[in-house]
């Protein structure tokens, strides 16, 4: 069992950046795929972004395309979200989440929480205007 754990998160105006990280305790992260989902207050868990377990293919809602980036440093057992030009409607707490699955191309099925099997407790992350 894998229990990530999100960090970075934090206040930042509109147009800023942020680096979330998640690392994991109990077990090594690069067998697994990797997600981040947010949740605004009211609203549903949405998907952000997921790579794949080698790190070499990624997938990212429409919303956050060409602003995020997904990483993965399997060697430090790290994943990694490069959030820019934030704006408002970003502010959220954001999950990382793991899946044992082993896809190397991820499909729509990975835009949906049930498709992950290990969650951190969140990080939030603030957009002032």
């Known amino acids: 069992q894998v229990q990530p754990v999100e960090s970075g998160g934090g206040l930042v105006q509109a147009g800023g950046s942020l680096r979330l990280s998640c690392a994991a305790s109990?077990?090594?992260?690069?067998?697994?795929?990797m997600g981040w989902f947010r949740q605004a207050p009211g609203k549903e868990r949405e998907f952000v972004a997921a790579?794949?377990?080698?790190?070499?293919?990624?997938r990212y809602a429409d919303s956050v395309k060409g602003r995020f980036t997904f990483s993965r440093d399997n060697a430090k057992n790290t994943v990694y979200l490069q959030m820019n030009d934030l704006k408002p409607e970003d502010t959220a707490v954001y999950y990382c989440?793991?899946?044992?699955?082993?896809?190397?191309?991820?499909?729509?099925?990975?835009?949906?929480?049930?498709?992950?099997?290990?969650w951190g407790q969140g990080t939030q992350v603030t957009v002032s205007s």
């Open positions: 989440a793991a899946s044992m699955t082993r896809d190397y191309i991820l499909t729509y099925y990975y835009t949906f929480p049930s498709k992950y099997d290990y």
């Open positions: 109990g077990r090594t992260l690069s067998t697994y795929a």
């Open positions: 790579i794949n377990w080698r790190g070499d293919n990624t």
